[in-house]
């Protein structure tokens, strides 16, 4: 019999997988294993009775990785799982930046009683105007598992794409369009793209990545 705790709610469809063998406990010091998601666990005293750390998502700069090497506790995540949502989100994102879309909501919010709100709109629609996705260059930085899904899905809009990963996997370059061009510095990203996105774990070799001096075309 082995006891778990989880130090954020975990959906009742992935606690349903484990069998009678596993019991809750809010106990954390004597629980075999931990479920969490973003709790910071860098400053809480590590039980020797703890085997294992499952991080529900793909990064782990909440769990101290270096005591749990030592103290040979198990740590895994889950990469790609919220994978396609965060590339949805990428995509309204730049809708969104491509047009006052909300400018354009909260205008007819404001006009709701105007009787000739169709006559006002003709006048007022040119303020809420942008561009295309089509045809625009997107910049992908981290070529994992969400960026290979958003390099591929803005392709499919019609934009040109450039991605960097310098240590790009085989498994993601061979999912990754051929259409896409991958780039050797994040400079000529820079110099190239209408849009950046940024899709690489949050270390210390990434905090800051994206500066000033990115800024610079
Ligand atoms: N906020 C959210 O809701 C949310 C959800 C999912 C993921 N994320 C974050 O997004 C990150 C990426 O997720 P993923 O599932 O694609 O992870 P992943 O591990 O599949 O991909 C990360 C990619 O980044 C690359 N990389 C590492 N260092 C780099 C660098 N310096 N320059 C360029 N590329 C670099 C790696 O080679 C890898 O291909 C995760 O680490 C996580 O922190 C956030």
């Given at each position: 019999m082995f006891q778990y705790t989880c130090l954020n709610p975990i959906a009742a469809v992935g606690l349903?997988?484990?069998?009678?063998d596993y019991t809750k406990t809010e106990d954390f010091a004597q629980a075999d294993a931990v479920l969490v998601r973003?709790?910071?666990?860098?400053?809480m005293e590590l039980s020797d009775k703890l085997c294992a750390i499952a991080r529900?998502?793909?990064?782990?700069?909440?769990?101290p990785l270096d005591k749990c090497a030592e103290k040979g506790i198990v740590v895994f995540n889950t990469p790609g799982a919220n994978a396609n949502g965060v590339k949805e989100l990428l995509i309204s994102g730049m809708l969104l930046a491509a047009r006052d879309i909300v400018g354009g909501i909260d205008w007819v919010k404001a006009n709701a009683?105007?009787?000739?709100i169709s006559k006002s709109m003709e006048k007022a629609k040119k303020n809420f105007a942008g561009s295309e996705l089509k045809g625009k260059k997107l910049g992908v930085i981290g070529l994992g598992a969400i960026g290979v899904l958003v390099a591929n899905a803005a392709n499919r809009l019609g934009m040109d794409v450039y991605g960097v990963d310098p240590f790009l996997s085989v498994k993601n370059a061979l999912t990754l369009s051929r259409d896409i061009t991958v780039c050797k510095s994040y400079d000529e990203l820079y110099k190239t793209c209408d849009y950046i996105t940024v899709h690489v774990p949050y270390m210390p070799e990434t905090k800051g990545l994206l500066n000033k001096a990115a800024s610079i075309r």
């Open positions: 349903d997988n484990l069998t009678e973003s709790a910071a666990m860098h400053d529900a998502g793909a990064g782990v700069n909440n769990i009683d105007d009787e000739n």
